[in-house]
């Protein structure tokens, strides 16, 4: 076990004080005590943790992030770009997933804002205001994603509804008219692109149809294949799918070819994200392109000048997208 600063001090029969003060090379201290103490340290192979001996400072230089799940390609990107932002502001960034529910959220933040971390970078799916308000402290939080909440903090996202409305704009804009949705949830993300797809549908005299919002269990490929097959088995007529992300859209498209379905002469297919493998998909996919560099950019400039400016005011930054055409929806 990793000697303390306490184990030092009883060691060599002085008070923690007394080594800190050896330590910190304080001149009040005789060439004697210092001697004694050095020699503790030695023969304990004392190391000082760097991070604690920053809080001195009031700061330790690390960033905390935490999202959902790093196995998604999404937010192990934004993961790489945080790192990448954090390194330019002389930061450290501890990534921590959560999992996504509420229990393993609300003990990530309990755990983050008691550890050594000038503040963090969140990415919520089930935490509740009301939770954030109490967790909150003094620790700084800095929210991503398209949960809005009513509390003093800054916020980077990308407007989801505005998105999905565009990328639902393009499907319409190609004739299609019985769009169905992958991903709909009754609050966050899901909710708020399939407000904006809704939006879309009725600028253009248009109503969702019954059975054409299909929920998931998560955001992986997985749901997605199934969910596009509850979708063929319905009576309701399809001839594009929108995803709420890629990788539902990746697993909708295995689903389709299966059945023998063309993309997207007989169904297009559309996602959200932009991650790589819709490069590589067959055909490649048409999706929403969120900035993700930007995003992690303003994060990390917003959280640190909050470590720095307590009082500021806080920051709403609209993150850019853009829809990134391919041949899943054109013919």
């Not at 790489?80 to 003990?107: C, F, N, P, W, Y």
Request: hydrophobic share 40%; proline share 6%; glycine share 8%.
């Amino acid at each position: 076990m990793r000697a303390t600063l306490r184990d030092v001090a009883a060691h060599a029969g002085v008070s923690f004080k007394t080594v800190s003060n050896v330590i910190n090379h304080h001149p009040n201290v005789t060439e004697k005590t210092r001697t004694k103490v050095l020699a503790s340290i030695e023969a304990l192979q004392y190391r000082p943790n760097p991070s604690a001996r920053s809080l001195r400072h009031g700061r330790s230089g690390f960033l905390a992030l935490a999202v959902p799940e790093l196995a998604s390609p999404y937010f192990s990107t934004l993961a790489s770009e945080v790192s990448r932002a954090a390194k330019a502001h002389g930061r450290t960034v501890v990534i921590e997933e959560t999992g996504g529910g509420l229990d393993e959220e609300k003990a990530a933040l309990e755990g983050l804002t008691t550890s050594l971390v000038d503040g963090i970078i969140f990415s919520p799916l089930a935490t509740p205001g009301d939770v954030l308000e109490d967790l909150l402290g003094s620790t700084p939080l800095l929210m991503i994603g398209e949960h809005r909440y009513p509390i003093h903090a800054d916020h980077v996202a990308m407007d989801s509804v505005r998105a999905a409305e565009e990328v639902t704009q393009h499907l319409l804009a190609s004739g299609r008219q019985h769009i169905a949705t992958i991903g709909y949830e009754p609050h966050g993300t899901g909710l708020q692109r399939w407000r904006g797809y809704q939006r879309a549908l009725r600028a253009a005299g248009l109503e969702p149809t019954p059975g054409h919002a299909a929920e998931v269990d998560a955001y992986r490929r997985e749901d997605g294949a199934a969910a596009m097959a509850r979708l063929l088995r319905s009576s309701a007529p399809i001839d594009a799918v929108l995803c709420f992300n890629d990788l539902l859209a990746l697993g909708a498209m295995r689903t389709l070819r299966e059945a023998g379905i063309t993309i997207p002469d007989r169904i297009a297919v559309a996602g959200f994200d932009n991650i790589e493998d819709a490069r590589f998909a067959y055909p490649t996919l048409t999706t929403v392109a969120p900035d993700v560099r930007f995003l992690a950019t303003e994060a990390v400039r917003l959280l640190v000048r909050r470590t720095e400016e307590p009082g500021a005011p806080a920051e709403q930054v609209e993150v850019p997208f853009t829809i990134e055409v391919r041949q899943s929806s054109t013919a």
